[in-house]
């Protein structure tokens, strides 16, 4: 991070600071999170579509290492990490990269990094309540705009009583109020399950389509 910001202050001067426009793009580009969220959930959804919810915990364990102890809970917790992964890999990085530059969305990047994949438990600690920290404030503007575009009085209704808390950590808050503002309802099983899914999806969808529009506005006024 102090290596990029130091390039960043040798490149600011020059060409009126174009230079600087390739690294920030691919540092945005490193920072925004892997793979495909529905691509992955491809054979869990086509197992549960099945009805076969054996299959559909063996896929969630080996794809997604979700583990649950019930069909219900195997669907909150698959639920609960499209919502995380959705706010992990974008929505947190373009937050900080829009409040702080390149810096705060690599250093965002490489802590989620560290507390995924640190073989050091005293370090994954570490990056893990960094990463807490990091995540307080985008996560609560990110539930906000799930009402903007979901059930605004539901997520009030949730979200209000845990706004402030510190300790409550991102993921939960997510699994809490996600669903919630998607009106997916009480967790189903079977093809009912799939619609719950689609719901949160489509709650994702709606919700960046509205980022982009405030970052069209942004640019525009700027």
């Known amino acids: 991070v102090l290596l990029l910001g130091a390039l960043l202050l040798a490149l600011e001067p020059l060409a009126y600071g174009w230079l600087s426009l390739p690294l920030h793009l691919l540092v945005l580009l490193y920072a925004l999170g892997r793979g495909h969220a529905k691509r992955e ?16 915990a063996l896929v969630a364990e080996r794809d997604l290492g979700l583990a649950a102890a019930d069909p219900r809970s195997l669907m909150a917790a698959i639920q609960a990490h499209l919502l995380w992964r959705s706010h992990q890999g974008f929505f ?87 669903p919630a503002a998607a009106e997916a309802g009480e967790v189903k099983v079977e093809e009912a399950g799939i619609e719950q899914l689609d719901a949160v999806e489509g709650l994702l969808v709606r919700t960046r389509v509205l980022w982009y529009a405030i970052i069209a506005i942004w640019t525009i006024l700027g």
């Open 41 to 56: 959930l491809g054979p869990f959804r086509d197992a549960w579509r099945r009805g076969d919810s054996e299959a559909a």
């Open 92 to 178: 947190a990085v373009i937050f900080w990269y829009l409040l702080l530059g390149p810096m705060a969305a690599l250093a965002y990047r490489l802590l989620a990094l560290a507390t995924e994949h640190s073989q050091l438990a005293g370090v994954r600690e570490r990056a893990a309540q960094l990463q807490h920290a990091f995540d307080w404030l985008p996560v609560r503007v990110l539930l906000v705009s799930f009402g903007l575009v979901g059930n605004f009085v539901t997520v009030n209704r949730v979200l209000l009583p845990e706004l402030l808390n510190w300790h409550i950590s991102a993921r939960q808050l997510l699994a809490q109020v996600g």
